[in-house]
């Protein structure tokens, strides 16, 4: 019992106190309690117990140097004077252990003469009295915090705008960045200081020219660390140009950003007034652009100067300004004019929720690894879950009735409602299930249309499933080229919306995959539904909106990318450019070797408007500018005036953007 006691450094300080209370009688003005225990805080009892620890780590601490000048002296026994300077910290040291040996010593004798346990072994253990509640500092530290602190002082920029700051106001206690930045940035921007003279800068070399555009954010957003970071390295570069003493042009801009800018505001309109865009009207919604721009726009330039980017704010820039208007435009022409820049009817990416085409760069991938349900934003909901989401990552097998027999093809999909725009269904050459079939015609089951038996070795791999493929060529790649090579029809079974057109028979107006669900059950109905399985799939999403991507045939406009992936390819091969690190020349090789030609036309309100325009005759009725037949009636020019050339033809804009960004 008295070993645990004495073991616990706060008991064995309370007993030596109490002994020593009991030294003086115990009858001391500030004694208290039974026996005349003296009362002790809690504060005083950890002073007591720590003092203690000190006095034990010390008389330890000296053990170990006692030993260690011990070995000391023994090894510099040759050297006197080592020897000599050894044996003097040798002696203090020993008369520092003997002293810390006595107090120690004196410690425990006093602790255990004096302990209330020795006097009252086996009886049950008392509490120490602590004092009273609220007694102790941290109360009083607890009081002093609950007073009000003293009011902060406001800051007021006095400075006019332009003028350097004005510091006659006393220096604050503490640093408040809002009080230390102020006025400042204006100052520098009025002072010309971030500016570069273009006479000055004609006559100097080219390495003492250093010139950057900022990379432009989005309009709609706000600065994230990204940004801060980007800033940061480029801010970094100019002012080290700039103090070298260079020609030094830091450029700054917005970017329009079509489509997010256009989302935005549509969706405010609805919000507020329940309108969409075509309920404004083209003119009236892109002037509601225009007014959400010069009200929201600044915040991302604002952002800018509070981080003391030193750029030239004189030269600023937005992309749909006047001068980058008259940019794209002259730009657009000279492609065309070299014939780089066209107009085809090719598969791309389409967004049904922006109603336009996209780019491969701005197309996101998941990989299912099998039947995923997921929601779709523009659909109304699957009735048959209860979450109202649909069903991906599964492969339907179904079979087309060949005509004129009893004979059945099967093939499988994982887009289900496409086979509405089958055209063709491919075996192997080789394979011999299918040989006696070559040349002849499958029945579809909704719309009586004939479809062929093709031969395509490149496509189908008669090891894999039935050997049989169905073929889409106007929503899918791989279908699109085997179209391409066996001359086959195109059908596009799809509205802009991702409702079914008039191709889809009695599916019409069904929203995709409410098609799916409807075209699995038909199947069925007709005995022609085979089954679903389980199948690992990657499904394109668009970056911008969030959709699901659907691979359609529509007439774009598109530059042709052969040449510029070939220089930047060429360029790190032979050394010219160099990749850091040297790992990431394989993502160059993999993207630049297998460039595909870059879509350029948005079916868009806001941005900037294709200058092209198609050519009818006066009074001539029936001509789709969309029909690829027509496609020479397309008219790229700078202006209007390009219709002097053809004074039989009228001329229509095309409402299409190019995102030139």
Known sequence: MTDNWESDE???????YRGAADATGGSSADAGGEGGEKKLSKNALKKLAKGKVRLRREFERSKLHLLVWFGLCLCFLS?????????LLLVAFCTKFVLLTFCVTQSKSHSHSHSPLTETQGKKKEKPNWGEAGSGKKAKAKDAKKKAPPPKREFVNKTPKGEKKDMSAPMEDGYHPHAVEAAWQDWWEAKGYYSCDPEAAKNRPDDEKFVMVIPPPNVTGSLHLGHALTAAVEDTLTRWHRMKGHATLYVPGTDHA???T???????????????RHDLGREKFVEKIWEWKKEYGDRITTQLRSLGSSVDWSRERFTMDDMCSKAVVEAFNQFHESGLLYRANRLGNWSCALKSAISDIEVDHIDLEGRTYLEVKTHKGNPKDPKGRYEFGTLTSFSYPVENSDEKITVATTRLETMLGDTAVAVHPEDPRYKHLHGKFLVHPFNGRRIPIIQDAELVDMEFGTGAVKITPAHDPNDYECGKRHNLEFITVLNPDGSINSEGSQFEGMMRYDARIAVE??????????????????LGLCSRSGDILEPMITPQWYVNCDGMAKRATDAVRNGELKIVPEEHEKTWFMWLDNIRDWCVSRQLWWGHQIPAWFATKKGETGVNKNDMKWNDRWIVGRDEAVSTSTPDFSLCFVHLVFPFN
């Open 10 to 16: 706060k008991f064995a300080a309370l007993a030596a």
């Open 521 to 538: 059950e038909a199947l069925e109905e007709k005995g022609l539904y085979v089954g679903k399985e389980p199948n690992k799939m990657r």
């Open 258 to 260: 079509g489509i997010a």
């Open 79 to 87: 050297n006197s004077y080592v020897y000599v300077h050894s044996s």
């Open 262 to 276: 256009q989302s935005v505001v549509e969706k405010m309109l609805m919000k507020e007034n329940g309108q969409n």
